[in-house]
């Protein structure tokens, strides 16, 4: 999450800065793998360490919203989200860390609604909303209601200057995440330690700490590349690959699994390492659910076939929101480039049900005849391998325990 969020933080023009997507993804999107297209994100880059931050919401004519906040230690808090009754009315969220100067736990700010403690001085807070994109007139003023998130510092918000954040340097990032661990693990780890909050009652925060001990890597020291310990790179490149391979071909079971995405305290070390290297993180169980669908041979599914995904009425996704397919290829995580620019199928998407109340979708390289537009996933006849998510949103957890994600027919 190190590379994660200073990347935003790069690609946003630097910290306390949000920027507002409000166009749907495409293909032409490289940054990250399996991107999402039934959501629009604000991506708000947040340095707490010399005054607090305040994030300032509108209402939202929107069936989906939520805010996820995310530091470097990986957990996943979800503060603000419609299913929890929020974004109804104007609010306003002050966000905090334990090292923020000046400013104590507990003390009311007029005018302001809730307030969250950050796990580090740097984190992410990420909005996702959906855009309702088959509405014309609908998506026009969800979108106007995301350009009027504001952001402000307290001082701001008292109508002062903002406290100025240009004094710290930050390690190098990679290009992929992976280049972290070999080319400056020590550095980065010994930033991540200095900014974030580490709990001595937590059994995988004592672990952490006492791991990297050895290494001359401890909380609150400047990182010294003379004294630091030498490590081999490239062998613990070789290593996290090793590692990020054997998690990555777990992500079928794994991402079923309603403990991923969880606030610390509530997460094991297994599920807190595949997130870590599965990327980019994602929602918990109750906000949002990802089943991986299969085909019904057992094969990986491949560009050299179609095939047709049907579900009954009774058989749609126990989603109490909505719910999207998306195609992506395997080597990358892309959208498969078309001149429709369709990549999903859903309430955002677009979808037609069928006069029973169910539905069949198509990925085919032609639309095959009788086929609504709205169901057909277009594909580029090739030698690659395609993968399909499903994305359920307030999940009915109940029902989804018995519930089976449908299988891809190969026509």
Same mark, same amino acid.
């Given at each position: 999450?190190?590379?994660?969020?200073?990347?935003?933080?790069?690609?946003?023009?630097?910290?306390?800065?949000?920027?507002?997507?409000?166009?749907?993804?495409?293909?032409?999107?490289?940054?990250?793998?399996?991107?999402?297209?039934?959501?629009?994100?604000?991506?708000?880059?947040?340095?707490?360490?010399?005054?607090?931050?305040?994030?300032? =919401?509108?209402?939202?004519?929107?069936?989906?919203?939520?805010?996820?906040?995310?530091?470097?230690?990986?957990?996943?808090?979800?503060?603000?989200? /419609?299913?929890?009754?929020?974004?109804?009315?104007?609010?306003?969220?002050?966000?905090?860390? *334990?090292?923020?100067?000046?400013?104590?736990? +507990?003390? !009311?700010?007029?005018?302001?609604?809730?307030?969250?403690?950050?796990?580090?001085?740097?984190?992410?807070?990420?909005?996702?909303?959906?855009?309702?994109?088959?509405?014309?007139?609908?998506?026009?003023?969800?979108?106007?209601?995301?350009?009027?998130?504001?952001?402000?510092?307290?001082?701001?918000?008292?109508?002062? $200057?903002?406290?100025?954040?240009?004094?710290?340097?930050?390690?190098?990032?990679? *290009?992929?995440?992976?280049?972290?661990?070999?080319?400056?693990?020590?550095?980065? =780890? !010994?930033?991540? %330690?200095?900014?974030?909050?580490?709990?001595?009652?937590?059994? &995988?925060?004592?672990?952490?700490?006492?791991?990297?001990?050895?290494?001359?890597?401890? @909380?609150?020291?400047?990182?010294?590349?003379?004294?630091?310990?030498?490590?081999?790179?490239?062998?613990?490149?070789?290593?996290?690959?090793?590692?990020?391979?054997?998690?990555?071909?777990?992500?079928?079971?794994?991402?079923?699994?309603?403990?991923?995405? !969880?606030?610390?305290?509530?997460?094991?070390?297994?599920?807190?390492?595949?997130?870590?290297?599965?990327?980019?993180?994602?929602?918990?169980?109750?906000?949002?659910?990802?089943?991986?669908?299969?085909?019904?041979?057992?094969?990986? =599914?491949?560009?050299?076939?179609?095939? #047709?995904?049907?579900?009954? $009425?009774? *058989?749609? @996704?126990?989603? !109490?929101? %909505?719910?999207? &397919? /998306?195609?992506?290829?395997?080597?990358?995580?892309?959208?498969?480039?078309?001149?429709?620019?369709?990549?999903?199928?859903?309430?955002?998407?677009?979808?037609?049900?069928?006069?029973? +109340?169910?539905?069949?979708?198509?990925?085919?390289?032609?639309?095959?005849?009788?086929?609504?537009?709205?169901?057909?996933?277009?594909?580029?006849?090739?030698?690659?391998?395609?993968?399909? #998510?499903?994305?359920?949103?307030?999940?009915?957890?109940?029902?989804?325990?018995?519930?089976?994600?449908?299988?891809?027919?190969?026509?």
């Amino acid at each position: 999450m190190y590379n994660v969020n200073n990347k935003a933080a790069i690609k946003n023009g630097g910290w306390n800065i949000c920027d507002v997507d409000t166009r749907l993804k495409d293909h032409t999107l490289k940054l990250i793998a399996r991107p999402n297209n039934d959501s629009l994100y604000i991506t708000c880059t947040l340095d707490l360490r010399k005054e607090p931050v305040i994030l300032e =919401m509108p209402a939202f004519d929107s069936k989906y919203v939520s805010l996820m906040i995310t530091g470097y230690d990986h957990y996943v808090n979800i503060p603000l989200s /419609t299913r929890q009754g929020d974004f109804e009315k104007p609010e306003k969220l002050l966000i905090f860390s *334990e090292r923020t100067e000046g400013f104590e736990e +507990g003390k !009311q700010i007029e005018g302001v609604d809730h307030y969250l403690e950050a796990s580090g001085d740097f984190v992410s807070a990420v909005f996702r909303v959906m855009p309702h994109a088959n509405d014309p007139d609908r998506f026009e003023r969800i979108t106007e209601q995301m350009k009027a998130v504001r952001l402000r510092t307290l001082s701001e918000l008292r109508g002062n $200057a903002a406290k100025k954040i240009d004094d710290i340097e930050f390690p190098e990032v990679g *290009e992929k995440d992976i280049d972290v661990f070999e080319n400056n693990l020590l550095e980065v =780890m !010994q930033f991540v %330690f200095n900014h974030t909050t580490f709990d001595t009652d937590n059994e &995988l925060d004592r672990n952490v700490l006492t791991a990297y001990e050895p290494l001359g890597v401890t @909380p609150g020291k400047a990182y010294d590349s003379e004294k630091a310990a030498k490590l081999d790179g490239q062998r613990v490149g070789r290593v996290a690959e090793r590692i990020q391979d054997e998690e990555m071909a777990k992500s079928d079971s794994m991402l079923k699994n309603p403990g991923l995405f !969880q606030p610390k305290g509530k997460i094991d070390l297994d599920l807190l390492l595949f997130q870590s290297v599965f990327g980019p993180i994602g929602q918990p169980a109750e906000e949002a659910v990802y089943p991986a669908i299969t085909a019904a041979d057992g094969k990986p =599914m491949s560009a050299q076939h179609d095939y #047709v995904i049907q579900m009954s $009425a009774d *058989e749609l @996704p126990p989603a !109490q929101a %909505f719910w999207s &397919l /998306t195609l992506y290829d395997t080597e990358n995580g892309f959208f498969i480039p078309n001149e429709r620019k369709k990549y999903s199928v859903g309430e955002n998407g677009g979808m037609k049900l069928n006069d029973e +109340g169910g539905i069949k979708i198509y990925i085919a390289a032609e639309k095959p005849e009788g086929v609504p537009e709205e169901n057909w996933l277009p594909l580029n006849r090739g030698d690659y391998g395609i993968d399909v #998510v499903m994305r359920l949103y307030v999940p009915d957890l109940e029902k989804f325990k018995d519930w089976e994600p449908p299988q891809a027919e190969k026509l």
